[in-house]
């Protein structure tokens, strides 16, 4: 007697994991960014330091004028302090963009809906650096505004078609967002806040005079190839500029540009590095 076979049932369509487009990716990554409190409360601490500061310095220079100095430094004169101490918002978001979300494990998430991986960091990347670009352009904007109206009266305004003015002042928006994506990376790399955050305040802000305080003259090489010293050229007037290569007995004389583009060789080493580790292991 033979058996009688079951009717054969029919197989569910396959599934498969949801994959999302970079645009998609994009529009996660913009909501999630502007919903976390900290974005919203670090970008404001660089715009009103930024604006606060060039407004401050601005003034007390307007006061201290004797007739004497160069129109050129002296206009240009509060861009630097202010963005040296904004930048230090912009290292915490950057850091914690990405750190944030290995802290509370929503990496997985990210990670599951976007199997190749990488394209998340690019898309966090994307969106940190077009935001804090759009608001400190807005906030150089502004300072410049209010930085001429205390030294135009004095005959030292800024001067817009001064191809050098025009470069310090996008240069400090370059700069600005060059180092939130510098801290980004170092983020990415370690995963951790705390480590991310002492490594790059580190880099910028002590190791450069710890290398110029040892007597050896191989370090003195490395330290104008660091991202703040050589990044920072980009907010500086070609007099400064020369000024610091002139200390510099050893060592690469690097223009603004070239030291700009030294930062953006760090950012792109390390988040390449960050990467190829993301793509080898496990978040």
Do not use: C
């Not at 997985?108 to 077009?130: H, Q």
């Not at 135009?152 to 002042?169: A, I, Y």
């Not at 400090?172 to 939130?180: C, E, G, K, P, S």
């Amino acid at each position: 007697m033979s058996a009688v076979a079951a009717p054969a049932r029919p197989s569910a369509p396959a599934t498969g994991s949801p994959h999302l487009s970079f645009g998609h990716l994009l529009r996660s990554e913009w909501i999630k960014f502007w919903s976390v409190r900290s974005s919203i409360w670090t970008l404001g601490v660089m715009f009103v330091v930024m604006i606060g500061l060039v407004a401050l310095i601005a003034g007390l220079t307007a006061n201290d004028l004797s007739g004497t100095e160069d129109s050129g430094p002296v206009a240009l004169l509060p861009f630097l302090p202010a963005t040296q101490l904004a930048q230090l918002a912009v290292v915490v978001l950057g850091v914690l963009t990405i750190t944030g979300e290995y802290t509370t494990g929503m990496i997985r998430s990210s990670l599951t809906a976007a199997p190749r991986r990488t394209p998340v960091y690019w898309s966090k990347m994307v969106v940190l650096g077009g935001s804090i670009l759009v608001i400190s352009a807005v906030a150089v904007a502004i300072s410049a505004f209010i930085s001429n109206a205390f030294l135009d009266p004095k005959g030292f305004g800024l001067d817009l078609g001064d191809t050098e003015t025009v470069r310090v002042l996008v240069g400090n928006v370059l700069y600005i967002t060059t180092i939130a994506l510098f801290a980004f990376a170092l983020g990415a790399l370690l995963k951790h806040s705390a480590a991310a955050m002492a490594t790059v305040l580190g880099l910028l802000l002590i190791i450069e005079n710890v290398l110029n305080a040892i007597p050896w003259e191989p370090l003195h090489y490395v330290a104008p190839l660091l991202p703040g010293s050589a990044g920072s050229r980009i907010t500086q007037s070609d007099a400064v500029v020369q000024t610091i290569n002139d200390q510099w007995d050893v060592g690469p004389n690097l223009s603004a540009w070239q030291g700009y583009g030294v930062l953006v060789a760090w950012v792109v080493v390390i988040i390449a590095i960050a990467a190829f580790r993301l793509k080898r292991k496990d978040a």
